[in-house]
DNA sequence: GATGTGTATGCCTTGACAGGCATATACTGA
DNA sequence: TCAGTATATGCCTGTCAAGGCATACACATC
């Protein structure tokens, strides 16, 4: 997972846009109008996104089409595997580890 | 999800120290060595990862065992649910509305 | 080419925050 | 009570990034 993953998704403003883009692709105006948002503001966070594989864009005459993407999704869920320890029903040897020592 | 776990998450020293504490429970101390990191930076970052719930401490004479906890990753595992519709192998609504507007 | 529309970029200000260092606080044992 | 150990906190500084505004750039239509 590229280093800057969580920095980037620690932006409220690009969390929303990529909700929006869950929904469907958009172009700059129609996120800007959607969120309530200045133009550049928005131009500025798809870049961030774009630069870090969330989002790729289509060009269709002077609209950018945006469209989202699954890798750095992916990339986080592959991240949160080891964690999943810490909750699977199943007793592996962390968890009798940790709960060997319960104190909460 | 509090709104601030990937702001938490975004930092570089408060990740290993996590990664750290999947392993085994550790005092500030123990992580201050292991990580090369000094002892304040590691208490304010366990503070930080205290208050938004990713450990907890209990008191054992001088020294504080910190321990990692599984809510803020599950918290990051339901927020990504929505996005998994992306990889998904089973072909859904957005998937298939997507794959319509093909371009990469 | 001139004008309009859509988007990107540059400059600036402001605020957040990480870490260094010093110090306060908490607990222990002599 | 004193010294030692473990941890937390306060102050300071430097860095970085978000968003406002103006403007540059790209494309279309006439």
């Known amino acids: 997972m590229s280093v800057d993953t969580f920095s980037v998704l620690s932006e409220p403003t690009r969390r929303r846009i990529l909700d929006r883009l869950l929904e469907a692709e958009s172009s700059v105006n129609e996120l800007a109008k959607a969120l ?11 870049k961030v996104l774009r630069e870090a594989g969330f989002v790729t864009c289509r060009t269709e005459a002077q609209r950018r089409i945006y469209r989202i993407h699954a890798r750095p999704f ?6 949160l595997q080891p964690y999943r320890a810490l909750w699977d029903r199943h007793l592996d040897a962390l968890e009798r580890h940790l709960d ?3 104190e909460s």
Do not use: C, H
């Open 36 to 46: 309530d948002v200045s133009q550049p503001t928005v131009s500025k966070q798809l």
């Open 74 to 79: 992916q990339a986080l869920d592959d991240w």
């Open 100 to 102: 060997n020592l319960e």
